[in-house]
C-alpha cells in the first residue's frame, strides 16, 4: 500500500529526498595520462570529502522526512476530528482513532472499511456528488449527513473531502480522498435550544402582546371610567367611558393634569405611600364643560422601574341615584298602599259596629215617631225626633262613603261612556257651583268606553270638584277656575311604575283648578281617611280617600300635581273597555238567581195598621242586643211573632228543637265566633225550605256569593229604614206562604 500524499499537512512545503532529489557524487575529473600519482591522490581526497559531504546532506533529508512523516502520523492520530483517507473505490485506506470511536463504538458494530455503507439513503446522493465535486476541483464540502452507526446510534455532521494524489515508485499516483468529519451533533443540540428558546420566548411576546390587547380591551369596553397616571399626576390611559362620562375625547385629556376631571381625587393620591389601593368613595366630578356629576372612586397604585403608575376607576352614580330615588318612590307608595289598605281594614271593622248603632238609633227613631202620631205637627218632640233622625242619615251616609273607601272587591262594572258621565255630572255641578267660579269641560271627541261603575265615576268626579271649589274658596277670594278634561292616553313607563297601570290603553280624566295648591307634606297625607286641612265642620275629609278606594277598584290609578300658589291638578285613569270586556259583564256573577238586596225596588210595605190574618214567626239572630230588641219591637208592631237571639248556637238548638215554628230566618254576617254563612248553612240543613236572610254592614262580592251558594235569598244592607226592613220580611214570607 503506497502512502498517501500529505505535503498539505506540512506547513514548511518540506518533502523527504528522494532518489531524484538526492545528490549525485561528483563526476570524476578526467584522468591526465602521465599524472603524477601524487595528483590523483589528490583528487582522490577531494572527491571523498565530496561524497561525504553529500552523505551529510543526505542524512539530514532523510532525518527531515522521517521527522515530519511522525508529525503527521501524530496529527492525523490525535486531531479530534474523524479523519479517514478514502481510495477511489470507497474503501477506507487509512482512519485515526477518531474515527473508529465514531464509527465503530463497540465491537459489535460494523468495522470501518467503507464510507458509503455509513452513509443515510437520503443523503447518498450528495455525498457522491461531493466526491465527484472534489475529483474535480480538489476539495468540497456536504452539510449535516447523517451516518447511520447502528440501529439506535446516529451522527450527524459535516463531511469535508479532499483529493490527494498518492505517489508510486512506478507508475502514476494514485487518486484518494482525505475525508474529515465534523460532528455536529452538540452544535445541532445547541441550535435545536436556541430555537425552542427562540420559539418560546417568541410565544411569550405573542402572550404578552395578546395578553396587552385583551386588557386594552378589557379597558376599553369597562363599565367604569379608568385613568391612568404618571408620578407627575398627568393622564396617560382616559378609556372610552371616561370620554363619555366626562364628555371628553381621549385625545384632549391626554397628557392633562388628573384634577381637571377630578379635584379631590388629585388629593388623595398621598396615599400612594401607605397602601396600593384606596377607596376614596363618592366624590364630585366636573366634564369638560363644567358641569358636576357624582361618581364613586377607587385607585390603584403601582410601583415600577420607571416610577409610580396610579390608575383612577371612576363609576357614574347618576343612574344609581335615580334607581335609589325611584326605589324610594315606589317604597313609599307600598307603604301608602299598605297603610290605606290597613285603614281600610279598620274602617270597614268600625262601619260594622257603627252601622249596628245607627240602626238601632234610626229604628228607635221610627218607634219613637209612631209613638209621638198623636202629638201636634209642631210639637217639640216631634222636632227633636226629625233631628235626630236627620243626623243619624247622615251619619248613615258617612258611613256608606267609608265604606266605598275601604272595599277591596271589585266593582260590577261594564262598558260606560265616561263623556255621559262627566255630562251627567257636569249638570249636577253647574246647579251646585258658586257664581263666581267657572266650569270648563274639555272632552276629546270619539272617546272610547270605559270598564267602570257608573256611579262610582261619578261619585269619584264630584268629590274632585267639591275639593276643588273648597280650594278656590279657601284662599280668600271668591273668584276662580275648574277645567274637567278627558282624552284617550297610553301612560309611560315611569307612570305606570309609580300609579301600578298596565301596558294598556287608559281614558284620562282630568280635575284641575285654580286654587292655592298644595306643598309636599300635604301631598303625602291627601289620601289618608279623615284629614283634611278644611276648618271644623266643613268637611269630613273622606272625599279623596273615596276617590282613591274608587280607582283601586278599578284597576286605575290616580295622580296628583299640585304646587303651592299654582293649583292643583288631579288625573283619574279608567282602563278602556276591550270588545271583550264589552261582550260580558265585568263581574259576571254565578249561574244562580241573585240576591235580592236592598238596591233593589222593595215590595210595597204593608200598612202599620194591617195586621196579617196569620202571625208568621220570624226568628232574628245577632250578637248586638239593643238591634235585636229594635227588630223585635218593630216586626211585632207589624203583626209578626219575633224570636231574637245573640247568640248563634242558641238559634241553631232553637230551630233544631222546633223547625216548623218558624216562617223566616234573618242572620247577621259577622258575629264574634261566628259566621252568619255557617248559620245559614245549619238552617238548610235543618229545614231546606225555610227561607234564609243574611244581614251584614260591609258586603262583598265574597259574602254574596257564599250566601247564595248557602242558599240565601235575600241580603239586607244595614242600617236600612224600616219600611225597607220590613217589605224584605214580608216579601221572603209571602214569597213562600203556602197560602
Known amino acids: ?3 498517501p500524499d500529505l505535503s498539505f499537512l506540512d506547513p514548511a512545503g518540506r518533502q523527504p529526498a528522494t532518489a531524484e532529489h538526492m545528490p549525485r557524487p561528483p563526476a570524476s575529473p578526467p584522468r591526465t595520462p602521465g599524472a603524477p600519482a601524487e595528483g590523483l591522490v589528490a583528487e582522490l581526497r577531494a572527491y ?24 503527521f502520523e501524530t496529527l492525523f492520530a490525535s486531531v479530534p476530528l474523524a479523519l479517514m483517507v478514502v481510495d477511489d473505490h470507497d474503501m477506507v485506506v487509512q482512519a485515526n482513532s477518531m474515527a473508529h470511536r465514531s464509527f465503530q463504538p463497540t465491537e459489535r458494530d460494523r468495522p470501518l472499511t467503507a464510507l458509503m455503507p455509513f452513509v443515510c439513503p437520503q443523503d447518498a446522493a450528495r455525498v457522491r456528488e461531493a466526491f465527484a465535486q472534489a475529483q474535480d476541483l480538489g476539495h468540497s464540502e456536504v452539510k449535516e449527513v447523517v451516518f447511520t452507526i447502528s440501529d439506535t446510534t446516529r451522527i450527524t455532521g459535516d463531511l469535508h473531502i479532499a483529493h490527494i494524489e498518492a505517489p508510486q515508485t512506478s507508475g502514476p499516483p494514485l487518486s484518494q480522498f482525505l ?32 395578553s396587552e390587547k385583551r386588557l386594552e380591551a378589557v379597558i376599553n369596553s369597562a363599565l367604569d371610567a379608568i385613568i391612568c397616571v404618571d408620578q407627575h399626576q398627568r393622564i396617560t390611559v382616559f378609556n372610552p367611558t371616561a370620554a363619555a362620562l366626562f364628555q371628553c375625547s381621549a385625545s384632549d385629556a391626554l397628557g ?86 290597613a285603614v281600610g281594614t279598620m274602617a270597614g271593622g268600625i262601619a260594622h259596629d257603627f252601622n249596628n248603632i245607627l240602626g238601632a238609633i234610626l229604628g228607635n227613631v221610627e218607634l219613637a215617631k209612631a209613638d209621638c202620631a198623636t202629638h201636634a205637627p209642631g210639637s217639640p218632640v216631634l222636632e227633636s225626633l226629625l233631628e235626630i233622625d236627620k243626623a243619624g242619615r247622615r251619619a248613615r251616609d258617612l258611613v256608606r262613603q267609608i265604606l266605598t273607601f275601604s272595599r277591596n272587591e271589585p266593582p260590577q262594572r261594564s262598558a260606560v261612556s265616561l263623556a255621559e258621565v262627566v255630562h251627567d255630572t257636569e249638570r249636577l255641578l253647574r246647579v251646585t257651583l258658586p257664581p263666581a267660579i267657572e266650569l270648563h269641560m274639555q272632552l276629546q271627541a270619539g272617546l272610547p268606553p270605559v270598564l267602570a261603575d257608573a256611579t262610582q265615576v261619578e261619585q269619584a268626579l264630584l268629590n274632585l270638584c267639591t275639593n276643588a271649589v273648597h280650594a278656590i274658596q279657601g284662599q280668600g277670594s271668591e273668584r276662580g277656575s ?13 307612570l305606570s311604575e309609580r300609579l301600578g297601570l298596565a301596558s294598556i290603553d287608559y281614558v284620562a280624566l282630568t280635575v284641575r283648578d285654580s286654587g292655592p295648591g298644595m306643598d309636599a307634606a300635604t301631598l303625602e297625607r291627601i289620601f289618608e281617611p279623615f284629614f283634611t286641612t278644611k276648618p271644623v265642620g266643613q268637611g269630613t275629609g273622606l272625599g279623596l280617600a273615596v276617590v282613591h278606594g274608587v280607582m283601586r277598584t ?53 200598612p202599620s195598621s194591617s195586621t196579617p190574618a196569620k202571625k208568621h214567626h ?89 250566601a247564595l251558594a248557602e242558599g240565601a235569598q235575600a241580603l239586607i244592607h244595614k242600617p236600612n229604614d224600616v219600611e225597607e226592613l220590613c217589605a224584605t220580611v214580608q216579601r221572603l214570607i209571602v214569597g213562600h206562604d203556602p197560602a
Open 554 to 606: 278599578h284597576e286605575g290609578g290616580v295622580d296628583v300635581q299640585s304646587t303651592p300658589g299654582q293649583g292643583s291638578r288631579f288625573t283619574l285613569y279608567f282602563p278602556v273597555a276591550t270588545s271583550a270586556t264589552t261582550a260580558a259583564p265585568a263581574n259576571p256573577a254565578p249561574q244562580a238567581p241573585p240576591l235580592a238586596t236592598e238596591a233593589a225596588a222593595p215590595a210595597p210595605a204593608a
Open 482 to 494: 275648574i277645567h274637567v278634561e278627558a282624552a284617550t292616553v297610553q301612560p309611560d313607563q315611569r
Open 179 to 210: 475525508c474529515a468529519v465534523i460532528d455536529q451533533g452538540p452544535l445541532l443540540a445547541e441550535r435545536q435550544a436556541l430555537q425552542h428558546s427562540a420559539e418560546t420566548l417568541q410565544q411569550r411576546n405573542e402572550q404578552i402582546r395578546a
Open 618 to 706: 220570624v226568628m232574628y239572630v245577632d250578637d248586638d242586643q239593643a238591634l235585636v230588641f229594635l227588630v223585635q219591637r218593630l216586626l211585632r208592631r207589624r203583626g209578626y211573632e219575633v224570636s231574637g237571639f245573640t247568640d248563634p248556637h242558641e238559634a241553631t238548638a232553637a230551630l233544631r228543637a222546633a223547625p216548623q215554628r218558624y216562617d223566616l230566618l234573618v242572620t247577621d254576617y259577622n258575629m264574634p265566633g261566628f259566621c252568619g254563612v255557617d248559620l245559614v248553612r245549619e238552617a238548610r240543613l235543618i229545614r231546606p225550605d225555610l227561607p234564609v236572610a243574611l244581614a251584614s254592614g260591609y258586603v262583598t262580592a265574597e259574602i254574596e256569593q257564599a
Open 48 to 71: 571523498q570529502a565530496e561524497l561525504e559531504n553529500q552523505n551529510k546532506v543526505l542524512r539530514y533529508s532523510q532525518t527531515v522526512a522521517e521527522s515530519a512523516y511522525e508529525r
Open 1 to 3: 500500500m503506497s502512502e
Open 256 to 341: 392633562s393634569t388628573l384634577d381637571r376631571f377630578l379635584p379631590d381625587a388629585a388629593q388623595a393620591l398621598a396615599f400612594a405611600q401607605l397602601t396600593t389601593q384606596a377607596l376614596l368613595g363618592e366624590m364630585t366630578a366636573l366634564t369638560a364643560s363644567g358641569k358636576e356629576l357624582a361618581v364613586e372612586v377607587s385607585v390603584s397604585f403601582e410601583r415600577h422601574a420607571d416610577g409610580e403608575t396610579t390608575t383612577v376607576f371612576a363609576r357614574d352614580l347618576t343612574g344609581r341615584k335615580k334607581a335609589e330615588a325611584h326605589r324610594n318612590e315606589l317604597e313609599a307608595q307600598l307603604r301608602e298602599s299598605h297603610k290605606m289598605q
